[in-house]
């Protein structure tokens, strides 16, 4: 492994062009690290080389100048770089890594900045990438947490969680990203930050279904609180720290998807709630909405384990067409009286 401190500069690729790809490629160069930012699209490269905006995910919000974007999976300051960052979206990590992996530095730190569930296998990032790098030397780490784009774009107060199994990959990924806008803390339970960045953008669907739906704040603050409590339920049968839920990448993840205007998922469960259906909310969002897949991921996941997830459950019945919102709400509602 790279041990060069995190206070000198350091070559970093981000790969992925999306909202929060940029978004950390901008924060990562504002830090006086020399940045790569590889992506697919060559308009949009195009514009972070030149006008310094990326007018397609973050329009109006200028980009570090320092940021140099590629099309060119072999450049070598791009997927060679000693630290990579991940932020291709979950559902399609596995084929990046298929056919990106031998490029990768045997020795690099991948940091995963992306979260979700894989819907074919119920896996996280660090559990199939660990499957198909086996005998390579990588450091896996994640980052996760409550941060939209545009508000770290704009320098906005924000915090977030650097997860890794090695405690001085995650020191010295705390150290690059840390800014007095961005704070970084750390954690070592890799599986609990990714659960809960993922399954939180179920429950931010089902928060807006609420929403959509009229059911007011305490319906909500209610679902909220179930909504954790599923999420951590299915995360320790995972193998992951409860303690991990009440952090971060899960309480403080899931009040802002949950209630932010700037959510996806939540703005998917608003349109739904509203009448409207999956096809035309997902056009109205026009970006991946990783919740969807998600939720289905979830589903099936829980009921290998023998895990409930009723919240999960209806979102997913939601989202089939079985149920309708209106209807899920009710079934939730009269479910069997338990103790919390």
């Known amino acids: 492994m790279d041990t060069k401190p995190a206070n000198q500069v350091q070559q970093v690729c981000v790969a992925g062009g999306g909202s929060w790809g940029t978004a950390l490629a901008h924060l990562a160069a504002s830090r006086g690290h020399a940045v790569t930012l590889y992506l697919r699209d060559r308009a949009v490269c195009d514009d972070i080389n030149t006008i310094h905006e990326n007018r397609h995910y973050l329009a109006g919000l200028p980009l570090h100048p320092a940021v140099r974007a590629t099309t060119d999976p072999r450049d070598p300051d791009a997927l060679a770089s000693p630290l990579l960052v991940l932020a291709v979206p979950c559902q399609h990590q596995r084929a990046f890594l298929e056919q990106y992996g031998d490029l990768l530095s045997p020795s690099c730190i991948l940091v995963n900045a992306s979260k979700g569930i894989e819907l074919t296998t119920g896996l996280t990032c660090s559990q199939f ?118 952090g971060l ?66 979102v997913c019945a939601i989202l089939d067409g079985n149920l309708s919102a209106a209807d899920a709400a009710r079934q939730l509602m009269s479910r069997s009286l338990i103790q919390e």
Do not use: W
């Open 249 to 314: 990448s899960g309480l403080g993840d899931l009040v802002l998807t949950a209630t932010g205007s700037l959510s996806r998922n939540r703005t998917l469960g608003l349109a739904l709630g509203q009448g409207k259906s999956l096809d035309e909310a997902s056009a109205q969002i026009g970006m991946v909405t990783e919740g969807v897949k998600t939720a289905m991921a979830v589903r099936t996941h829980a009921a290998r384990l023998g895990v409930q997830v009723p919240i999960t459950d209806a």
């Open 129 to 246: 990438t660990a499957e198909l790098l086996p005998h390579r030397e990588q450091i896996y780490a994640v980052l996760s947490g409550p941060s939209f784009a545009r508000e770290v774009m704009m320098a906005q107060p924000t915090a977030v969680v650097v997860a890794s199994t090695s405690t001085d990959a995650a020191a010295r990924i705390q150290s690059l990203f840390s800014s007095p806008t961005f704070r970084c803390y750390t954690s070592d339970d890799v599986l609990g930050v990714e659960v809960g960045g993922a399954v939180k953008n179920v429950i931010a669907i089902a928060a807006g279904l609420c929403d959509g739906l009229g059911i007011g704040t305490n319906g909500r603050a209610a679902l909220l609180t179930r909504g954790i409590a599923e999420i951590c339920r299915l995360g320790v049968a995972m193998g992951a720290s409860e303690h991990t839920f009440l």
